[in-house]
């Protein structure tokens, strides 16, 4: 979605529409309200607007296609369905002459990235099937009569690490192509080399920002004036129609119109025998680049209800973890060293991107640092069989680290469970089942003194509401592990949604978290059931 935002907005996509992107009910991260190009294009009324292929378009413009087949985009495991549900429009719409602007967002590539990295063995036939798209279009422009105006802009929203990720700032991740593909470009057109030579920055040709495109696309459609208009509201009147003081313009909106006049006043004066000047040229490459400025400014139209709602739960659970921690320890300065620690130094890391994308080596050296200094400090009086097992701890904890590779740093690097796991999915379930079994386990005893009907029905219900969400998602997104056992299981947990499995999961886990809450609200001496047990069996044997 952040992608899509800057593609058609102009705008400079903020951290909260990446975590809008996982809401599929949210509805403030529409742009609808927003002006963009395929708002203008609307307005224009010279045809229809068109979209096939990722949903998300759908979403972030409700009511503005009139003609629109949507793909979702969750189950990356789906290489060819996703993408055939677009080509087997395309010949159809290229013989149809009642649209303006059409949209076609594939995600097999996608898809094959985030499943096998960008050198998997589905990436080069994908990447000629999608040549075969791009022909089959240009071959239309060059050869219907109605698409001879028509311009096709081939581009990415995003690129790929090694790991075939994306999100970050790596240059894999932040360097998709851009193509404007039209036959009236030849004339104009460059000769270069392609394919190009490889460039470990993937900085090939030129150059330009992702939000460039729309202050481009308005310009070449006449809306530029009307798009940077619409980013301030007391200037919805600028454009044409309306004669701003040049001398002393009121609003950056109006200082651009004025310099726009004045561009064209200057292309009026070159005879249309004379190539235009090179000057005139760099004149409007600077003013493109003021106008993309001007629209990286637009505010989204966040519920910001919603939003205060959001932090002041986090805040009280900021307040209850401090109280958890306070209520759980020896009430010393010293005790609350360690978390307070943590908290500022992982606090501090949320400043730097960098740091942000490698998260998780923070908490692998601050987990095997805290084992190590409980074992060191258990060893003077300890036996050695605590000695070993704190051991086996940070041994475990570094099997922890290379189960997968995460993070950019280390993204596409062998990991155990691509060199292992996935080659006998088998053992993959065994380890998956033994630990939900553990966890259940451990819950159980922890409720110790709720009543064992109760507690056992609490935990029966919310490890079997997480095992079938497991179960079912992976056979959503790798079928390919979905083997023996596991698909028996599958088999007999068909029919909930994963929206609706996942809903219970979610009930469960608010139900057991009732209990600690009631605790530290209600300080008691917890009676463990084995106490409990221990203390009807002793009367009777005295």
Same mark, same amino acid.
């Given at each position: ?63 503005? @296609? ?10 990356? /495991? ?44 589905? %990436?080069?036939?994908?990447? #000629? =099937? %999608? ?16 698409? #001879?105006?028509?311009?096709?802009? @081939? ?53 330009? =920002? ?22 301030? /509201? ?20 109006? =200082? ?94 949320? @400043? ?15 987990? /095997? ?8 400090? /258990? ?5 050695? #069989? ?34 292992? %796991? ?80 996942? #809903? ?39």
């Amino acid at each position: 979605m952040p992608r899509i935002k800057a593609i058609t907005t102009g705008s400079t996509p903020s951290f909260l529409d990446a975590i809008l992107s996982f809401d599929e009910a949210d509805t403030s991260s529409t742009l609808a309200a927003q002006d963009t190009w395929l708002a203008q294009m609307k307005a224009k009324k010279t045809g229809k607007l068109v979209m096939h292929g990722d949903d998300t378009w759908l979403k972030l413009f409700p009511g503005i @296609f009139d003609r629109a087949d949507g793909t979702s985009s969750f189950f990356v /495991s789906d290489f060819t369905e996703v993408d055939n549900n677009v080509t087997r429009h395309i010949p159809d719409e290229l013989r149809n002459d009642d649209w303006n602007t059409m949209v076609l967002h594939y995600l097999g590539l996608d898809h094959i990235g985030h499943k096998t990295g960008p050198r998997g063995p589905n %990436m080069i036939p994908k990447q #000629r =099937e %999608m040549d075969g798209v791009v022909r089959t279009i240009y071959e239309a422009l060059e050869t219907q009569p109605h698409l #001879r105006s028509t311009l096709l802009v @081939f581009c990415g929203d995003h690129g790929m690490n090694d790991a075939g990720n994306h999100g970050a700032s790596s240059p894999g991740e932040t360097s998709p192509a851009l193509v404007f593909v039209s036959p009236k470009l030849k004339s104009i057109s460059k000769p270069l080399k392609v394919p190009a030579d490889f460039v470990e920055d993937f900085r090939y040709y030129r150059v330009v =920002e992702q939000s460039d495109l729309a202050p481009t696309l308005a310009a070449l459609l006449g809306q530029i004036l009307d798009i940077v208009a619409a980013t301030y /509201s007391s200037s919805t009147s600028l454009g044409k129609q309306y004669s701003p003081d040049c001398r002393y313009p009121s609003s950056p909106a109006e =200082e651009l119109t004025c310099e726009w006049w004045q561009i064209g006043g200057a292309i009026e004066k070159i005879p249309a025998t004379e190539d235009i000047d090179d000057a005139w040229i760099a004149d409007v490459s600077k003013w493109l680049s003021k106008a993309q400025t001007l629209m990286s400014g637009m505010a989204s139209n966040y519920d910001m209800s919603m939003l205060m709602y959001g932090g002041l739960a986090a805040a009280l659970a900021s307040i209850a973890a401090i109280c958890a921690v306070a209520s759980s320890t020896v009430k010393t300065t010293a005790s609350l060293v360690p978390f307070m620690a943590i908290t500022v130094l992982y606090g501090i890391m949320m @400043f730097a991107s960098s740091y942000v994308e490698e998260e998780q080596h923070f908490w692998y050296w601050t987990t /095997s640092a805290w084992l190590f200094y409980l074992t060191v400090r /258990s060893t003077p009086r300890a036996t050695r #069989r605590g000695f070993v097992i704190g051991l086996v701890a940070l041994g475990a904890m570094r099997i922890s680290r290379g189960w997968n590779q995460t993070g950019q740093k280390f993204a596409g690097e062998p990991d155990i469970v691509t060199r292992f %796991m996935a080659s006998n999915p088998s053992l993959l379930w065994c380890l998956v089942f033994a630990t939900y079994a553990t966890v259940s386990v451990e819950l159980f005893n922890t409720l110790g003194d709720i009543p064992t009907a109760i507690s056992g029905s609490v935990v029966a219900g919310l490890v079997t509401s997480a095992l079938s969400f497991k179960l079912a998602f992976t056979n959503e997104d790798a079928p390919e592990l979905v083997v023996g056992f596991a698909r028996t299981l599958v088999n007999m947990f068909d029919g909930p949604s994963l929206v609706n499995r996942a #809903r219970a999961v979610f009930l469960g886990l608010g139900l057991t978290s009732m209990y600690p809450l009631y605790n530290i609200v209600v300080p008691g001496t917890k009676v463990s059931r084995d106490e409990s047990e221990f203390a009807h069996i002793s009367p009777m044997q005295n």
